[in-house]
């Protein structure tokens, strides 16, 4: 059974540019979790998504914002790049939004110049 | 709200030996779930092991189990018979049973020495 797939893998990108990450989640899973790792901060939570709807939303400037697709698939958007946005992104599937692990993927490391 | 404490920054431990990671949490809901990650220094986030609030026995997953201690609201993973590729970033996680995420700790880095 496939993992979950983060695409792409690596990415730079300069201050003010906009950025879109990939998510496909294992199959049949339905529920989408978006984290962003840094070194200074942890992990912190970004978005949850189940059925393409948003049930949570972590505490990130309106510039961050995601999607959820009918086949489970889920996009993140980061607008007006900054430089503190220079993060690992991982993305986590789990069967349903309540306590089933949740499974990541390996992750996004975007930087910014 | 939910709150996760992980107080051990680092830890050795000499290859075969038993180790224990502390996390202790905080949560006002009676439901709710724990979880141990991995992530080694490729960076992928490895799930472990999970307990539940109103499970009856602590969980065990080959060489983790989880040292679950209700009344003193604490989850310590023990690692048995360490390995060399068990050096990595150990996070651990609780989500409750409201409409709420999953929040991690800060992780300990454990390193096993030969």
């Known amino acids: 059974k496939a993992g979950v797939t983060q695409t792409p893998r690596y990415l730079i990108k300069t201050r003010g540019q906009q950025v879109t990450l990939s998510c496909s989640p294992i199959?049949?899973?339905?529920?989408v979790s978006w984290y962003q790792q840094t070194p200074g901060q942890g992990l912190q939570f970004l978005f949850e998504?189940?059925?393409?709807?948003?049930?949570n939303k972590g505490n990130f400037p309106g510039r961050f914002s995601g999607r959820q697709f009918s086949n489970s698939r889920s996009e993140m958007n980061v607008s007006t790049l900054e430089l503190g946005d220079s993060a690992l992104y991982l993305c986590a599937s789990s069967l349903s939004p309540d306590n089933q692990p949740q499974h990541f993927g390996d992750g996004t490391r975007l930087s910014i110049l | 709200a939910q709150k996760i404490t992980q107080t051990q920054p680092g830890m050795f431990v000499q290859e075969k030996e038993a180790v224990t990671l502390d996390c202790t949490y905080d949560t006002s809901d009676p439901s709710y779930g724990l979880f141990w990650y991995k992530q080694p220094s490729s960076g992928e986030m490895i799930f472990l092991i999970y307990?539940?609030?109103?499970?009856?026995q602590n969980a065990t997953e080959g060489r983790y189990s989880l040292n679950f201690q209700k009344a003193r609201k604490s989850a310590n993973l023990v690692i048995s018979a360490s390995q060399l590729g068990d050096s990595a970033m150990y996070f651990c996680?609780?989500?409750?049973?409201?409409?709420?995420?999953?929040?991690f700790g800060k992780g300990t880095r454990l390193s096993v020495i030969a």
């Open positions: 998504y189940f059925s393409e709807t948003q049930r």
């Open positions: 996680a609780m989500r409750d049973g409201g409409n709420t995420p999953l929040v």
């Open positions: 199959s049949g899973h339905r529920s």
């Open positions: 307990q539940g609030s109103y499970d009856q």
